[in-house]
């Protein structure tokens, strides 16, 4: 079974700066999917960053990037030039990849980012 | 841009009633799921949903609880018997097979409060 930790409840930025939000995960499949997920107040999760397994290549989304360290099995965010708007809860998720259809979504417990003026 | 819509946002009900959860996923999508969040834990798969039927259903899935898509738009989740256990913030999701990028696409959620 596949299991994602997110270590950090709780972490805050002040604005402008930079943030890491941890992820490790534990899984014996080769070929999977890793998402960030952001769930602001009262809003439904959106998808800020993807990352296929099988790309060595770190994931970038504008001011969004991951640190992919795959034999380690971690998955970690860092958020460049945090803003105000992007305070909100943040998920880490796995995904077994399945050819030809979607697999569901294992979570972490996720971390609540709060960005400070 | 199409989004997954869920009602009611907020439900207040007796232990013991019929629930029923529904969901608009996007319109040309084909997969659907719903996962339940209590409150200051994880997000927990439920179920999935293919071609009229469960694919795939979690542990926490048991007799108590159904889905359905009745008219090719809606999705449901109806729990039977609701007990105070099940509060919480339940998430509908759904995601669009041709791509294949692992993308789901989720709702603002249903708060289900038992008392």
């Known amino acids: 079974a596949q299991t994602v930790t997110q270590s950090q409840p709780e972490m805050s930025v002040q604005e402008a700066e930079t943030v890491t939000l941890s992820c490790t995960y534990d899984t014996s499949e080769n070929n999977y999917y890793l998402f960030w997920y952001k769930q602001p107040p009262s809003r439904q999760m959106i998808l800020v960053i993807r990352q296929e397994a099988y790309k060595q290549q770190n994931a970038t989304e504008n001011r969004f990037s991951v640190n992919f360290q795959k034999a380690a099995k971690s998955f970690s965010l860092k958020i460049s030039d945090s803003q105000l708007g992007d305070t909100a809860m943040y998920f880490c998720?796995?995904?077994?990849?399945?050819?030809?259809?979607?697999?569901?979504?294992?979570f972490g417990k996720g971390t609540k980012l709060s960005v400070k003026p | 841009e199409p989004e997954v819509t869920q009602t009611p946002s907020h439900q207040v009900t007796q232990m013991g009633q019929e629930v029923i959860l529904r969901c608009v996923p996007i319109s040309n999508h084909l997969y659907f799921y719903w996962y339940r969040q209590i409150l200051g834990q994880k997000v927990e798969f439920l179920v999935s949903f293919y071609n009229n039927e469960i694919s795939e259903k979690s542990e926490i899935f048991d007799d108590q609880f159904s889905v359905e898509r009745p008219d090719g738009s809606n999705f449901t989740l109806k729990i039977r018997s609701t007990k105070l256990e099940d509060s919480a913030m339940y998430f509908c999701a759904s995601g669009e097979r041709a791509t294949n990028t692992g993308e789901l696409f989720f709702g603002e959620g249903s708060r289900l409060t038992v008392l």
């Open positions: 998720a796995f995904m077994k990849r399945r050819s030809g259809s979607q697999g569901n979504l294992i």
